[in-house]
């Protein structure tokens, strides 16, 4: 590998290794705005730039690649980068006055602020000054549809939007139109961002508040929230996500980009939007035993008096540790079936894609679940061959074909219990039903298709009353459960 020195320092990097990767993974800050590692290079912010020791101007860290060691000096160093020099500096506050020139002083009311670039280049690389005394562009806000909120005042054109709907999620409902100082960001007539369902994603390119989203502007100031990490339940693929919450209540998924994998830096709208859903103040909290309120040691005693053999069901949309233990409670390892049909694809053609909704497919097919046999266990509870059946479901996760067969089975055993976060009407028609916590309010993990093992860490107290599935479990076993 050949070797550069950034500031003096010498390191090795592979040949073809972007200037700008070279120096963050050598620990020194290079400012962008217009550069993105999933997105195509543009350079056109000019904020990256750098010094390299023989070339006469200044140089995209962007756009610059280290090339080979030089021929008569193999041992020699293929590049000399400087990033702390008075051009470099001069440059940036030179790039940071520009960009500011048409920039609103409405930090106090943006949401951006606190996760603004434009904020903390100018705070880190500005000059503090403006030679600017003409009046400011205006534009009004306006709406890219019902998701997304654009303020061109603070639009500084670096095109991040634009091409992530022409490069990753297709549709190329954003362009550039005018020319100069009347620049602008705006999507092609007819077309809104409403038609794109991974339109949110260019609220996190933005790095400016240009860009904002319907449901989270004006919420909270982001430096209030808290962040852990976990996964999107509602991808097929479990994406990484971070949760931000503050006081017991969830504001926000975005997506968790992992080191170098361009796949992970975008989630869809109907995964960001999931948190609604987990926030549900009205959830059941009680045990029932035919649909009454109940104690759970009566669930338990009706549970041990309904013998067995007992089969189990378990939704592969929940984490590894909920298989493993709701595997321990079938009487036999071939009673052990797999649910969870109800397809989320994920659709970014050049990133990834997925047609299957059973995020934990593999995790549970590993620990013995056997998927879409549902017909061969009804056959052996009308055969009296089963004689309890446990379920754990979420009816968001199962078709209408499947929640009709899941009925099917419950109707048809002698006893039945489930275990459901919200309680479904397939839950209610069970003989009993437990409380579950759900998945931002405990720590798992999943192994996804490509066989990746992904962890979840709880976020917020679930609510009283409910429990992990492994702790129920751990509770109905402590008395011998039926053989
Ligand atoms: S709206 Fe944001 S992402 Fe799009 S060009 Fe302007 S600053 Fe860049
Ligand atoms: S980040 Fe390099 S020119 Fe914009």
Known sequence: MPKIAINGIEREVPVGTLVLDACRDAGVDIPHYCYHPALSPVATCRMCLV????????????????????????????????????????????????????????????DQAGECKLQDYSYNYGSGDSR?????????????????????????????????????????????AQRGSKLEVTTYSGKSLDQNPYAGNVVDLCPVGALTSRDFRFKKRVWYLKHTPSISRHSALGSPITIDHEGNQLFRFRPRPLEGRKDTFFISDAERAAYERYNAADRETHPRLKAAATSFEAVRDAFLAAGGPVAVIGQGTFGCDAAQRLGELASAEGLRYGSGDKTIPVVLPKLQTSADGVLNRRGFTERGFRFAQL???LGKVRAGEVKAVVVLHDGEFSSAKEENLLNQILMAAPFSLAFEIFQSDLGRSATAWLPLTSFVEESDFIVNHDGELRRYQKAIEPPKGTRTLPAWVKALQAVPVPA
């Open 51 to 110: 010094e390299i020791k023989g070339q006469p101007k200044l140089a995209t860290s962007c756009t610059t690649t280290v090339g080979p060691a030089p021929k008569d000096n193999p041992e020699g160093l293929a590049m000399e980068i400087f990033s702390n020099t008075p051009q470099v500096a001069d440059a940036r506050a030179g790039v940071m006055e520009f960009l500011l020139i048409n920039h609103p002083l409405d930090c106090p009311i943006c």
């Open 132 to 176: 600017m005394h003409e009046t400011k562009r205006r534009y009004r806000y306006e709406d890219l549809g019902g998701k997304i909120v654009i303020d061109k005042n603070r639009c500084i054109h670096c095109t991040r939007c634009v091409r992530f709907t022409q490069e990753i999620s297709g549709g190329a409902e954003l362009t550039v």
């Open 375 to 377: 017909e061969e266990l």
